[in-house]
């Protein structure tokens, strides 16, 4: 079973820069995630689908981050303008079904330099 | 504190004694979950109890819940240098997004 595919691994922009991340979850998993994780913190949840539906966004700086998840399977995380403090890990993690949160399985994540 | 924490912050141990990690939430949850995070593996999921379960296993891995105190834990036996990881729990708890500890680092020593 293929896992969790996130693209780009690694980018480096500079502040005020523009930047978009992709991810395409396992197949068949209604249930999409975006966690930003700083250095030495836990992840942190930005963003929840349920296929194409956004369940919860109460994290998300909707100011300079935006998220979609086109026909309910991948999905694009951007963020413009980008900040020094937004330099993280961005995971995407999926799981079969919302409701209860069950087991998400987790792409390997995109590390962001912000300069 | 956040809705799940860890404790302790790092833990050091030699190969093949025990590790115990600690979790303590808020708010009443509908689960709890570990997981193991490495530079190797990336995020993965361990174990996931319900808010009706008081101890779940897996392998070496045992969890137990208590309700009444708001709390987990996570047992490892026989460690491992393999086991060097950070470890996180997470809760999902009624009306409130999934949250993430900030984990315990725990370093197993050959």
């Known amino acids: 079973e293929a896992g969790v595919a996130q693209s780009p691994r690694y980018k480096i922009i500079e502040k005020r820069q523009s930047v978009a991340f992709w991810c395409n979850p396992i197949?068949?998993?209604?249930?999409l995630y975006w966690y930003q994780q700083i250095l030495g913190q836990g992840p942190k949840l930005l963003i929840q689908?349920?296929?194409?539906?956004?369940?919860?966004d109460s994290q998300l700086p909707k100011d300079r981050f935006s998220a979609e998840r086109l026909k309910g399977v991948d999905s694009t995380l951007k963020i413009q303008p980008a900040k020094l403090e937004d330099s993280a890990v961005y995971l995407c993690?999926?799981?079969?079904?919302?409701?209860?949160?069950?087991?998400?399985?987790f792409g390997p994540g995109t590390r962001l330099t912000v300069l | 504190s956040q809705q799940g924490e860890e404790d302790p912050q790092a833990l050091s141990i030699q190969e093949g004694e025990n590790a115990t990690m600690n979790c303590s939430y808020k708010?009443?949850?509908?689960?709890l979950q570990w997981y193991r995070q490495n530079s190797g593996r990336g995020l993965v999921h361990l174990i996931l109890?319900?808010?009706?379960?008081r101890e779940k296993h897996s392998g070496r891995l045992r969890v137990t819940l208590d309700t009444s105190k708001k709390s987990s834990s996570l047992l490892i036996t026989a460690s491992r240098a393999a086991d060097t990881a950070s470890y996180f729990c997470?809760?999902?708890?009624?009306?409130?997004?999934?949250?993430f500890g900030p984990g315990t680092r725990l370093s197993v020593l050959p």
């Open positions: 689908f349920q296929n194409n539906g956004v369940v919860d």
């Open positions: 708010t009443s949850i509908n689960n």
């Open positions: 997470a809760t999902d708890a009624k009306g409130q997004n999934f949250v």
């Open positions: 109890i319900r808010s009706n379960e």
């Open positions: 197949s068949g998993h209604a249930t």
């Open positions: 993690a999926s799981s079969l079904s919302g409701g209860a949160v069950g087991e998400q399985f």
